[in-house]
C-alpha cells in the first residue's frame, strides 16, 4: 500500500514553455503533498509543502509564481512550472503523508526535467 | 540552525558490514528517517527511529541517540544491489523533514 505515482516520468521542453507535472497517491488520501527539487549528485530541497484545499507553503527562495502549486483534492496536486529556463531542468519529486502511525513520506517516482 | 551531516561516500565490499552515521541538529525533534535512493530514482523509506536504540529489519538496523543527536544505519551481508545513496531525515518540531545531503555507498565484489 502507500503508492505514489507522478507523471510525467520525463519531460524535455523548450525555453519559455509551461510544464505540467500529477502527483497522485493511488491507495490512501494524502493530507499533506510536498514537493521537492534534486539536482545532480545533491540532496533534496525541499520547494513547498500543500494541503488539499489551501494553499501552499513554500520555501525560502522559491518562486511561488514560477511554481505554482494546486492541491485540489486528498489524492491529487500539481506542480506547473511557468515559463520554464534551462537552469530549471532538475529532478522533481513528490511525496505524501495519510494517516499513519508516524510521519512518513512516501515518495513518487520523480519526473526528470529538461529545459533546452 | 538546522543541519544534518553524514558522509559524502563510503566503500565496502560484497558480504561485508558497514555502518553509516548521522548527526542531526533539528529544531524539535519527531524521529529519525533513513532512506535509500538509487541513482535516478525517488527515494524509498528504510527505517524510523523516535526512541534511542537499536531497531533491526532484516539486514539493515537504524540505531539512535537523541542525546548525542545522533543515528547510525547499519547494513549487513551487503549485496551489490545495496549500492545506493542513502539519506539520513531528521523530523524538526514542524513535522516537516530536514535531508541530509546521502552518502553514497559503492559496494565492491
Known amino acids: 500500500g502507500a503508492v505514489v505515482s507522478q507523471h510525467p516520468s520525463r519531460v524535455i521542453c523548450k525555453s519559455g514553455t509551461s510544464v505540467k507535472i500529477e502527483c497522485r497517491s493511488l491507495?490512501?488520501?494524502?493530507?499533506?503533498m510536498f514537493w521537492y527539487r534534486q539536482f545532480p549528485k545533491q540532496s533534496l530541497m525541499l520547494m513547498a509543502t500543500s494541503n488539499e484545499g489551501s494553499k501552499a507553503t513554500y520555501e525560502q527562495g522559491v518562486e511561488k509564481d514560477k511554481f505554482l502549486i494546486n492541491h485540489a483534492s486528498l489524492t491529487l496536486s500539481t506542480l506547473t512550472v511557468t515559463s520554464a529556463h534551462p537552469e530549471d531542468s532538475s529532478f522533481y519529486i513528490c511525496s505524501a503523508t495519510g494517516l499513519f502511525d508516524y510521519n512518513e513520506q512516501f515518495f513518487g517516482p520523480g519526473t526528470r526535467l529538461t529545459v533546452l | 540552525g538546522q543541519n544534518i551531516d553524514q558522509p559524502t561516500e563510503m566503500t565496502a565490499t560484497e558480504g561485508a558490514i558497514v555502518q553509516i552515521n548521522c548527526t542531526y541538529q533539528?529544531?524539535?525533534?519527531?524521529?529519525l528517517f533513513w532512506y535509500q535512493q538509487h541513482a535516478g530514482e525517488a527515494p524509498t523509506f528504510l527505517s524510523y527511529?523516535?526512541l534511542d536504540g537499536l531497531e533491526e529489519k532484516g539486514r539493515f538496523s537504524s540505531f539512535l541517540s537523541r542525546s548525542k543527536g545522533y543515528s547510525y544505519l547499519l547494513l549487513k551481508e551487503l549485496q551489490m544491489k545495496d549500492s545506493a545513496s542513502y539519506l539520513c531525515a531528521s523530523m524538526d518540531s514542524n513535522y516537516q523533514l530536514i535531508w541530509g545531503a546521502g552518502t553514497k555507498l559503492i559496494i565492491k565484489p
Open positions: 491507495d490512501f488520501q494524502a493530507t499533506t
Open positions: 533539528t529544531s524539535g525533534f519527531n524521529g
Open positions: 527511529n523516535v
